[in-house]
């Protein structure tokens, strides 16, 4: 078994059976990690109908991660909503949120994760919902025009820092995931975002690959952002689109960046992101346990 600081992420049964993946079928993918060899593995509620189902489903899923005897570090709640312009909006993705933290505790989770807020986007009707939009659908996007920025952020401040508190209650902290298109899709809009928010349990997500393809300099962000981080999503990039390869596929300098996580003292998990449509990894499996051998070589001691 692979240490349990190293963490199959959700993007292992996503890039198997679909986004989401059916949750009334999450006791099947905790066996497929399990049998990779993980001890560790990130879950995920994906909006609304997925969440509940997870939810609905949360007294199976704890006997058999108790079954299988792993740890569930991260429970992943992605609600886009929570960045609404709508009020009323936002307010019942606050409450799906509370839920989602409740199944966090349920599941004994250190903390819960997110995407950062995505902009108040409007796409042509054609563009379908998926897991991070790419540059090409980014480009056809547009704002309200009758929004007004400063209420709206005014707004995106006041509702982040509720479900910061909501997380708190529930003994979680709150991850926010660096994408391309968000408002925290970098070292600096994370470091600004945490600034408004204020809140203590706000972290980064640290993300690898998509921090790379953005030409973040990812020694910096660990330098600038180590106190808010417990937890790495890690995979490779070429720097040229969104893509989650296996690490030696793509073009992070790896050895520096360990040396540099060494260096800051990390102590945090390291999950493995690898995988999703854009990616083209056609073994996923391989992949996985191929990843968790490098990073049990390379990172633990």
């Not at 995920?44 to 969440?51: P, S, Y």
């Not at 609905?56 to 886009?80: S, T």
């Not at 989602?100 to 054609?126: M, R, S």
């Not at 309200?144 to 952020?153: E, G, Q």
Request: hydrophobic content about 35%; glycine content about 6%.
């Amino acid at each position: 078994m692979f240490s349990s600081s190293i963490v199959c992420c959700y993007l292992h049964p996503i890039t198997k059976y679909g986004y989401p993946p059916k949750a009334e079928n999450t006791v099947n993918y905790l066996q497929e990690m399990h049998d990779m060899g993980f001890r560790s593995v990130e879950l995920e509620g994906i909006r609304e109908n997925h969440l509940m189902g997870v939810y609905k489903n949360r007294d199976i899923i704890l006997k058999k991660i108790d079954e299988l005897n792993l740890n569930i570090p991260y429970f992943c709640i992605v609600l886009p909503g929570l960045s609404s312009p709508i009020e009323k909006e936002r307010m019942r993705n606050l409450e799906l949120f509370e839920t989602g933290c409740e199944i966090a505790q349920f599941f004994g989770t250190k903390g819960v994760l997110d995407n950062a807020p995505l902009p108040p986007y409007q796409f042509p009707a054609d563009i379908p919902v998926v897991r991070h939009y790419g540059q090409e659908a980014l480009s056809q996007a547009f704002l309200p025009k009758n929004l007004k920025w400063d209420h709206y952020w005014k707004d995106l401040v006041l509702t982040y820092r509720e479900a910061c508190d909501i997380a708190a209650k529930y003994e979680q902290t709150f991850q926010m995931h660096p994408c391309l298109g968000v408002l925290s899709s970098n070292t600096d809009g994370f470091l600004n975002f945490h600034s408004a928010v204020q809140r203590d349990n706000l972290r980064f997500n640290l993300d690898t690959a998509n921090q790379f393809m953005q030409h973040d300099n990812l020694i910096l962000s660990v330098y600038r952002t180590i106190e808010f981080v417990d937890y790495i999503h890690i995979s490779d990039n070429r720097g040229t689109k969104v893509e989650h390869l296996v690490p030696g596929d793509g073009n992070i300098p790896w050895d520096t960046f360990f040396e540099v996580l060494d260096r800051c003292n990390f102590k945090g998990h390291l999950g493995i992101d690898v995988g999703g449509d854009e990616s083209g990894v056609k073994d996923i499996d391989a992949a996985f346990i191929q990843t968790a051998k490098w990073l049990e070589k390379k990172w633990k001691k």
